[in-house]
Structure formats: C-alpha cells, structure tokens
Nanobody
C-alpha cells in the first residue's frame, strides 16, 4: 500500500484559516480519486471533500460548502484542502484518502488508501 502523508493541521481560533496538504508517493495516484475525511472525538468518520480521478468534479460536505476548497496538483501527487472561516465544529483529525479510478463522491468503500491524519483544532 502506497502511503499518503497529510500536513498542515494545527490549533487556530474560530474564523481563521488553514490549508492541509496530502503528498502521494508516485504517479499511481494520478489514476485515483482523492478525498478528505475527518473524524471528531466520539463521532463517525465523515466525508469532507472529494475529486474524481478524471477531474470531473469536486464534492463537498454540506456544512463546509463555501468555506472549504479542495484542489489538486496537475501531477496528481499533491492535493490540498483550503479551510477558511473555521468553526469549532470543524475540530477533528483530517485524513487524506485515495480511490483507484473513483468518482470523488462520498463512497467510503471505494477509498482503499489512507494517510495517518493531521489534527485540526479550532477554539472558540
């Protein structure tokens, strides 16, 4: 399994901004949909954003629309999650994931490659 490595998390106040990065190890991931998921304490892991392997669209969790923007390097080896206007309820561990030739939609079973996560904490 090829590793994915997230970075960019941290502790911020509500209203501030973070940008997460996910570095993939090779060209294999240019053939993968990439997604961001998050898991807060005591909660189930949830889909945040995803982009299909063909670049056909970006999908977002309703509560982050207009605040978060996912982008992808044209090589397919780096993906980003720009998070503006952060709220305390955004506090979670954020995971990068890949789905081989996936759509980028919220299809948990399709994502078979996962990073270790990066902590985002938003204080009130």
């Amino acid at each position: 399994q090829v590793p994915l490595v997230e970075s960019g998390g941290g502790l911020v106040q509500a209203g501030e901004t973070l940008r997460l990065s996910c570095a993939a190890s090779g060209w294999f991931f240019s053939n993968c949909a990439m997604g961001w998921f998050r898991q807060a304490p005591g909660k189930e892991r949830e889909f945040v954003a995803g982009s299909g392997w063909r670049g056909g669209g970006v999908y977002y969790l309703d509560s982050v629309k207009g605040r978060f923007t996912m982008s992808r390097d044209i090589t397919g080896n780096t993906v980003y999650l720009q998070m503006n206007s952060l709220k305390p309820e955004d506090t979670a561990i954020y995971y990068c994931a890949a789905a081989f030739r996936g759509s980028g939609r919220d299809d948990r079973e399709a994502y078979t490659y996962w990073g270790q996560g990066t902590q985002v904490t938003v204080s009130s």
